[in-house]
């Protein structure tokens, strides 16, 4: 608004409050003059199609030798109730030249407020701005002043700017300014050195200041310093904090007539706007959720950018006095209010136009040559141009693609080149990948049934989709090393029996090349028992990779098929546990993570068949000095109300702990004690990255335990606890009985749950009934056709019908039945 108005406009709760100053003619040569600020409030009848005042408000102001004006207005938050109240800076001028100006507050009431009021030896001409108090910002002498309504001072911002360019609330940053101002070279660099274009980038920057806290904020969130020199007003449309980053979009106006909406600092859109010289932008959600951007020029032209699938000019206006943005027919959503200049009329509401550019299209004294047609010659062609590059840009896209998957291809074939080379040299036996594996024809014959050895085991990970492994971790606890491989999300649909081999890749026949080692896969919220690997000393790595594989027959109960309703990282880990110490006598050992696996395939039958998979996860470096400075320690620090232990972390303590898992019930009290009794004597505070388990950070031998208490009633939880050894889980069994109810039961519950339970006798009844299929038929049906019972030739049994016996429960058992019968005949018969 300019400062000269003395007229101003505003929208509040979809009225127009128009505020006025009465003039007083002489004002300088009477001694008691008044001036009054008078204010109308406007409400717009839908009957009559007109603005007719509701109430109306005066403030009167003494202006013996005084020139009194209107410097602006707008709608701020009163910090003392949380109410949007109408605020107008009034300026007060001197014959001295000393200015004083007035804050005003327009209660419902139509009762003015003076909020504050100070006194400057320069008048307000540069970037005024209201905020949240109210508080007024402005720019002086390119620096930065503020004033509150709690401190009623003139305050200075320590930063230099040359022009603001919007201030309002961010998320979890309080008010903040936008601002431009002149940018600092980088360090070590000679200004003569820079080109043109690098002064033009360099010469100026955009950037952010929060005002409470005092705090920069880095302008390429918001955009590129490029657009510095070109941007001269800004409007945030929407700001958010997600994954402690900050999330903005914003659209900007520029001196090259255009509007630019960017997206987290990255321009997504740009449009051409008819008139020069845009001043300001605001923006108006209309009935169908169209985000409509008001944009108005120094000419009193108005432009209206819609958003859809790219940024244009819907409508445009000229010679507007003002344009407002409310619910002025009280349809629930927003509409424009433009207001027109017409001379011939004292009533400044005599002529406007309420529209949302939909279904609402209200008028009155309105000149129809005002409203101009879009601009559809010069931004049809730019939409036209814009398709064709966007088509450009495709095929442009879908060449690189080709161009990488031919470059792919040749970098496979070029590195299957220097395996078998490599295993040429070294005398070992190069395994080539399948044809239908690489998508190539094959140049060779492809080995059936390759031996079984080491080398085919560590080949055979090529062989496997990379993308079953994330990561490969390690950490010591104690005198253990635990090694963990996170797994992708599509691992638990396809596969089961997971478990790890460490391998050493050193050069010594003296020693085994597989490391000992347990394997666990730990869910967070439960953890299931460890499974050691054995391992032979003398024996040959292909007979201990046989070993390593024939030892994991539980692991298929123990990994979840199903995801649990909540996923954590935890779920998806499988971590192998191994002693520390007799690796540190190599002082430095590098070893292979190999990932056992069997895919499950369903046959006719319904019985599955498995096929035995090997992934080469990665290989790490273990040596005494990185141990020694920490390098793979357990961090598990006390901050604030949490232990910020990383995941790893805490897998790896429970991947060394014993669980025990205990039910209490009680029958006349309820459980609330033992929470106390965790958070208080015991000092547990839970992981940050998994809230149901907690971390004990007592001193002693307790110090590490991890706790875990679900209550599944008031009077009746699960406590499971993770412990190094029994002693601690004796101290600690014995410092909750203290806490506990007299008449509590404590009961030790077995691991697992009855899904779990059930799923293992299943297995378990399944392996029998194909241990008893193979083997009373496999080695007869290939020597005969039919079975004969006790050397009797009228009892014959088919293959067939045996198995049809077998399908069923009630076959079993006659089945069962029957060879009983023809193994007593037999015996009798060899009596006899």
């Given at each position: 608004?300019?400062?000269?108005?003395?007229?101003?406009?505003?929208?509040?709760?979809g009225?127009?409050?128009?505020?006025?100053?009465?003039?007083?003619r002489?004002?300088?040569?009477?001694?008691?003059?008044?001036?009054?600020?008078?204010?109308?409030?406007?409400?717009?009848?839908?009957?009559?199609?007109?603005?007719?005042?509701?109430?109306?408000?005066?403030?009167?102001?003494?202006?013996?030798?005084?020139?009194?004006?209107?410097?602006?207005?707008?709608c701020?938050?009163?910090?003392?109730?949380?109410?949007?109240?109408?605020?107008?800076?009034?300026?007060?001028?001197?014959?001295?030249?000393?200015?004083?100006?007035?804050?005003?507050?327009?209660?419902?009431?139509?009762?003015?407020?003076?909020?504050?009021?100070?006194?400057?030896?320069?008048?307000?001409?540069?970037?005024?701005?209201?905020?949240?108090?109210?508080?007024?910002?402005?720019?002086?002498?390119?620096?930065?002043?503020?004033?509150?309504?709690?401190?009623?001072?003139?305050?200075?911002?320590?930063?230099?700017?040359?022009?603001?360019?919007?201030?309002?609330?961010?998320?979890?940053?309080?008010?903040?300014?936008?601002?431009?101002?002149?940018?600092?070279?980088?360090?070590?660099?000679?200004?003569d050195?820079f080109?043109?274009?690098?002064?033009?980038?360099?010469?100026?920057?955009?950037?952010?200041?929060?005002?409470?806290?005092?705090?920069?904020?880095?302008?390429?969130?918001?955009?590129?310093?490029?657009?510095?020199?070109?941007v001269?007003?800004?409007?945030?449309?929407?700001?958010?904090?997600?994954?402690?980053?900050?999330?903005?979009?914003?659209?900007?106006?520029?001196?090259?007539?255009?509007?630019?909406?960017?997206?987290?600092?990255?321009?997504?859109?740009?449009?051409e706007?008819?008139?020069?010289?845009?001043?300001?932008?605001?923006?108006?959600?209309?009935?169908?959720?169209?985000?409509?951007?008001?944009?108005?020029?120094?000419?009193?032209?108005?432009?209206?950018v819609?958003?859809?699938?790219?940024?244009?000019?819907?409508?445009?206006?000229?010679?507007?006095?003002?344009?407002?943005?409310?619910?002025?027919?009280?349809?629930?959503?927003?509409?424009?209010?433009?207001?027109?200049?017409?001379?011939?009329?004292?009533?400044?509401?005599?002529?406007?136009?309420?529209?949302?550019?939909?279904?609402?299209?209200?008028?009155?004294?309105?000149?129809?040559?005002?409203?101009?047609?879009?601009?559809?010659?010069?931004?049809?062609?730019?939409?036209?141009?814009?398709?064709?590059?966007?088509?450009?840009?495709?095929?442009?896209?879908?060449?690189?693609?080709?161009?990488?998957?031919?470059?792919g291809?040749?970098?496979?074939?070029?590195?299957?080149?220097?395996?078998?080379?490599?295993?040429?040299?070294?005398?070992?036996?190069?395994?080539?990948?399948?044809?239908?594996?690489?998508?190539?024809?094959?140049?060779?014959?492809?080995?059936?049934?390759?031996?079984?050895?080491?080398?085919?085991?560590?080949?055979?990970?090529?062989?496997?989709?990379?993308?079953?492994?994330?990561?490969?971790?390690?950490?010591?606890?104690?005198?253990s090393?635990?090694?963990?491989?996170?797994?992708?999300?599509?691992?638990?649909?396809?596969?089961?029996?997971?478990s790890?081999?460490?391998?050493?890749?050193?050069?010594?026949?003296?020693?085994?090349?597989?490391?000992?080692?347990?394997?666990?896969?730990?869910?967070?919220?439960?953890?299931?028992?460890a499974?050691?690997i054995?391992?032979?000393?003398?024996?040959?790595?292909?007979?201990?990779?046989?070993?390593?594989?024939?030892?994991?027959?539980?692991?298929?109960?123990?990994?979840?098929?199903?995801?649990s309703?909540?996923?954590?990282?935890?779920?998806?880990t499988?971590?192998?546990?191994?002693?520390?110490?007799?690796?540190?006598?190599?002082?430095?050992?590098?070893?292979?993570?190999?990932?056992?696996?069997?895919?499950?395939?369903?046959?006719?039958?319904?019985?599955?068949?498995?096929?035995?998979?090997?992934?080469?996860?990665?290989?790490?470096?273990?040596?005494?000095?990185?141990?020694?400075?920490?390098?793979?320690?357990?961090?598990?620090?006390?901050?604030?109300?949490?232990?910020?232990?990383?995941?790893?972390?805490?897998l790896?303590?429970?991947?060394?702990?014993?669980?025990?898992?205990?039910?209490?019930?009680?029958?006349?009290?309820?459980?609330?004690?033992?929470?106390?009794?965790?958070?208080?004597?015991?000092?547990?505070?839970?992981?940050?990255?998994?809230?149901?388990?907690?971390?004990?950070?007592?001193?002693?031998n307790v110090?590490?335990?991890?706790f875990?208490w679900?209550?599944?009633?008031?009077?009746?939880?699960?406590?499971?606890?993770?412990?190094?050894?029994?002693?601690?889980?004796?101290?600690?069994?014995?410092?909750?009985?203290?806490?506990?109810?007299?008449?509590?039961?404590?009961?030790?519950?077995?691991?697992?749950?009855?899904?779990?339970?059930?799923?293992?006798?299943?297995?378990?009844?399944?392996r029998?009934?194909?241990?008893?299929r193979?083997?009373?038929?496999?080695?007869?049906?290939?020597?005969?056709?039919?079975?004969?019972?006790?050397?009797?030739?009228?009892?014959?049994?088919s293959?067939?019908?045996?198995?049809?016996?077998?399908?069923?429960?009630?076959?079993?058992?006659?089945?069962?039945?029957?060879?009983?019968?023809?193994?007593?005949?037999?015996?009798?018969?060899?009596?006899?």
């Amino acid at each position: 608004m300019l400062l000269s108005e003395q007229e101003q406009f505003l929208s509040y709760n979809g009225e127009v409050l128009i505020f006025q100053l009465s003039k007083t003619r002489h004002v300088e040569e009477t001694a008691d003059e008044t001036v009054n600020l008078r204010v109308r409030r406007m409400a717009f009848n839908r009957d009559t199609k007109l603005f007719v005042e509701k109430s109306s408000g005066v403030f009167s102001m003494r202006a013996s030798h005084l020139k009194i004006e209107i410097v602006c207005c707008s709608c701020v938050m009163d910090s003392r109730t949380g109410i949007i109240l109408p605020c107008i800076l009034v300026k007060k001028k001197k014959q001295n030249n000393a200015v004083k100006y007035l804050l005003l507050l327009l209660h419902n009431s139509n009762q003015f407020e003076q909020s504050f009021h100070f006194k400057l030896d320069y008048e307000l001409k540069e970037d005024i701005r209201f905020f949240t108090g109210p508080s007024v910002l402005w720019r002086h002498a390119n620096k930065l002043f503020y004033i509150c309504s709690n401190t009623c001072t003139v305050l200075s911002a320590p930063i230099q700017l040359s022009s603001v360019v919007w201030t309002g609330e961010i998320e979890d940053e309080g008010t903040v300014i936008l601002g431009i101002r002149t940018a600092c070279l980088p360090e070590n660099e000679d200004e003569d050195e820079f080109s043109t274009s690098d002064r033009a980038i360099w010469g100026s920057e955009f950037f952010g200041y929060a005002i409470e806290t005092q705090k920069m904020l880095t302008g390429t969130c918001f955009m590129p310093h490029a657009y510095s020199r070109v941007v001269s007003f800004v409007y945030v449309c929407k700001n958010k904090i997600l994954k402690k980053r900050l999330q903005i979009s914003l659209v900007a106006i520029t001196q090259k007539n255009q509007l630019i909406w960017f997206q987290d600092g990255l321009p997504k859109g740009v449009c051409e706007l008819p008139y020069e010289k845009p001043c300001s932008v605001k923006p108006a959600v209309t009935n169908s959720n169209d985000l409509l951007l008001i944009v108005s020029f120094a000419s009193g032209d108005i432009c209206v950018v819609q958003r859809r699938d790219s940024l244009q000019v819907a409508s445009k206006w000229q010679k507007v006095k003002s344009v407002l943005v409310d619910d002025f027919i009280g349809s629930g959503s927003e509409q424009l209010l433009l207001l027109f200049e017409d001379e011939s009329n004292a009533d400044p509401l005599s002529t406007f136009k309420i529209t949302d550019l939909g279904d609402i299209n209200y008028a009155r004294g309105i000149n129809y040559k005002r409203d101009v047609p879009t601009a559809e010659g010069l931004q049809e062609n730019g939409l036209l141009t814009v398709r064709a590059l966007e088509t450009r840009l495709q095929a442009g896209c879908t060449s690189i693609r080709e161009l990488q998957q031919h470059l792919g291809l040749k970098r496979r074939v070029i590195l299957e080149s220097c395996r078998a080379l490599i295993d040429l040299v070294e005398e070992r036996n190069h395994i080539l990948p399948t044809a239908k594996e690489e998508g190539l024809v094959s140049l060779w014959d492809d080995v059936e049934n390759p031996p079984h050895s080491l080398n085919k085991e560590t080949s055979l990970a090529s062989k496997v989709p990379e993308h079953f492994t994330e990561k490969l971790w390690q950490r010591v606890v104690g005198d253990s090393l635990v090694v963990g491989v996170k797994l992708t999300e599509s691992f638990c649909l396809s596969l089961s029996d997971v478990s790890l081999s460490l391998v050493m890749d050193q050069d010594s026949s003296s020693i085994s090349p597989i490391i000992k080692c347990r394997n666990k896969i730990i869910k967070l919220n439960k953890a299931f028992s460890a499974l050691a690997i054995s391992s032979c000393q003398i024996e040959p790595p292909p007979k201990k990779m046989k070993l390593d594989l024939h030892n994991k027959n539980d692991l298929k109960k123990e990994f979840p098929k199903r995801c649990s309703r909540v996923q954590l990282d935890g779920a998806k880990t499988v971590i192998a546990v191994t002693s520390l110490s007799p690796l540190l006598a190599f002082h430095h050992v590098c070893c292979i993570v190999l990932l056992h696996a069997k895919k499950q395939k369903h046959q006719n039958d319904s019985l599955q068949e498995s096929k035995k998979i090997t992934v080469l996860c990665g290989k790490f470096l273990l040596s005494l000095e990185d141990i020694s400075n920490g390098k793979y320690s357990v961090k598990m620090i006390r901050d604030s109300s949490y232990c910020t232990g990383s995941m790893e972390d805490i897998l790896a303590v429970l991947a060394v702990s014993v669980r025990f898992s205990f039910q209490i019930v009680s029958s006349d009290c309820t459980l609330t004690p033992v929470n106390s009794w965790l958070l208080g004597e015991m000092e547990c505070t839970p992981f940050k990255e998994c809230h149901d388990n907690i971390f004990c950070h007592k001193a002693g031998n307790v110090y590490g335990t991890v706790f875990n208490w679900t209550l599944k009633n008031p009077c009746e939880g699960v406590l499971t606890l993770f412990c190094r050894n029994l002693t601690v889980l004796f101290q600690c069994l014995h410092s909750l009985t203290r806490v506990l109810p007299p008449n509590c039961d404590v009961k030790l519950l077995r691991s697992g749950s009855k899904s779990i339970l059930t799923e293992q006798l299943a297995l378990a009844l399944e392996r029998e009934m194909l241990t008893l299929r193979s083997s009373f038929f496999s080695k007869e049906s290939k020597v005969e056709n039919n079975l004969t019972w006790g050397n009797e030739p009228g009892k014959k049994i088919s293959d067939a019908s045996a198995a049809s016996l077998l399908d069923s429960e009630e076959g079993v058992q006659q089945f069962r039945k029957k060879f009983q019968n023809e193994r007593e005949e037999s015996v009798l018969s060899d009596v006899h």
